[in-house]
């Protein structure tokens, strides 16, 4: 005979408590899977927490660093979130005082400003880059971090609030078409920073680069005012990986501003705001602005624009493989040569007598000789002062050369007319 189907009451509570039991610890496994609430990574993440910057929702970022918007307003038709690709980076160009911080406020549609559709960010400023000694400082302060953490603040920041998005991660490890929100990054003022710091801020521009083309972790935004600053990120060896946007000056119609001054002003609404200043204050008389506006424009790209494309014209490396670096040398001696003859001064004067030009090519010669291809085309000014003033260059001369031999290698190859040849901007 069988065991008997009928159990004590005593045997059935024991049975319910143990199924509830299993329960209890299968929803408790669930939970540790699904990522919900484990107390070792909340622990974690909130005490690394303090130590960078969160990513923040970037709306009210980009409001604290646009500052309260006062006297006249204009419509710009720029979107630079329409223009936004899933793996490009995006390079924002605008004149000085143009209002790019405040067109990546405004721009930005109202169901992304707040709310379960809002984007969420870090934003960096290049202009901060000279309060400090080095690019690591910089970047260490830009996000409240530790130096000891070696400049990974961004990438932990990126992958901390990607973690946090604990359902869309576990349904996009599945299969499913929900990924994890893309952590939005604006570096802003960005020639600033690559002026005070080249060669870091160029290889971190790659980095973030990386993150967004083939990580899918991030959307990046690089604000530039000059073409020369745009170049250089289209000259990186993730060139094709940018696409650059430039602001359309705003009609400025239909706004309550002096149409003849905002003319005069390149329609340019920040320049305009401080022409108007001046005049209010009696600094400038009315009818009388052109020459400040000259010289204010002056003095911003002298200050705020590098002067050439930083990093090197990919037609220059290109010339040396498909042909040969003899080849890509001489013609860098011969594009350098070019330049110096034809440098004027005020009075329409030649700087150089054919036989200054000479001995500075000697000097020239003498550095590429021994050189390989990257040794030319990757090394910075102070670089190239320092192997032209071991050739016997004075520092002047040696410097002066440096910036030229730059200049010529951030443009493409001159063709035999010297079209393409550049100069570095005049201070």
């Known amino acids: 005979m069988g065991p008997s189907d009928d159990k004590s009451p005593v045997q059935s509570v024991q049975e319910l408590l143990g199924v509830i039991s299993a329960g209890l610890g299968t929803a408790l496994d669930l939970k540790s899977l699904f990522g919900l609430g484990v107390v070792g990574l909340a622990a974690a993440t909130a005490r690394h927490n303090q130590s960078v910057r969160p990513v923040v929702r970037l709306y009210d970022r980009l409001l604290e660093e646009a500052g309260p918007l006062v006297g006249a307003r204009v419509k710009m038709t720029t979107d630079p979130y329409r223009a936004l690709h899933q793996e490009k980076a995006l390079i924002l160009q605008g004149r000085n005082k143009e209002g790019k911080t405040t067109l990546l406020c405004t721009a930005l549609p109202w169901y992304h400003r707040r709310g379960p559709w809002a984007y969420y960010g870090l934003y960096f400023n290049g202009g901060h880059g000279n309060a400090v000694s080095n690019f690591k400082e910089w970047h260490t302060v830009q996000l409240f971090g530790n130096l000891n953490m070696g400049g990974s603040e961004t990438q932990y920041a990126v992958n901390t609030y990607r973690e946090k998005q604990h359902l869309r991660v576990w349904l996009h490890g599945w299969g499913l078409p929900i990924a994890p929100k893309p952590c939005y990054i604006i570096v802003d003022q960005y020639e600033e920073i690559l002026r005070r710091f080249p060669q870091d801020a160029l290889n971190w521009a790659n980095s973030l680069t990386n993150t967004q083309a083939r990580e899918g ?119 350098l040569e070019q330049v110096l003859l034809a440098q004027k001064g005020r009075d329409s004067q030649r700087v150089f007598t054919p036989e200054e030009v000479e001995e500075r090519m000697k000097f020239v010669a003498e550095c590429l000789k021994d050189l390989d291809k990257m040794q030319v085309l990757d090394a910075m000014e102070p670089e190239w002062a320092v192997r032209l003033q071991g050739e016997g260059a004075k520092p002047a001369v040696a410097e002066s050369l440096a910036e030229h031999i730059r200049c010529l290698i951030g443009n493409p190859v001159p063709n035999e007319q010297g079209e393409g040849q550049s100069e570095p901007r005049s201070e």
């Open 217 to 335: 972790k991030a959307r990046v935004i690089f604000v530039v005012n000059s073409d020369a600053g745009a170049q250089t990120l289209l000259n990186l060896n993730q060139g094709p990986r940018f696409t650059k946007l430039s602001m359309e000056p705003p009609s400025g119609e239909g706004a309550d501003l002096d149409q003849d001054l905002f003319g005069k002003c390149g329609r340019n609404i920040g320049l305009y705001k401080q022409v108007l200043a001046e005049i209010d204050r009696g600094a400038i008389e009315k009818g009388k602005e052109e020459t400040f506006i000259e010289k204010q424009v002056q003095r911003w790209e002298q200050d705020f624009h590098v002067p050439y494309p930083f990093k090197y014209d990919r037609s220059w490396s290109e010339l040396a493989d498909e042909k040969s670096l003899p080849l890509m040398k001489q013609t860098l001696g011969q594009a």
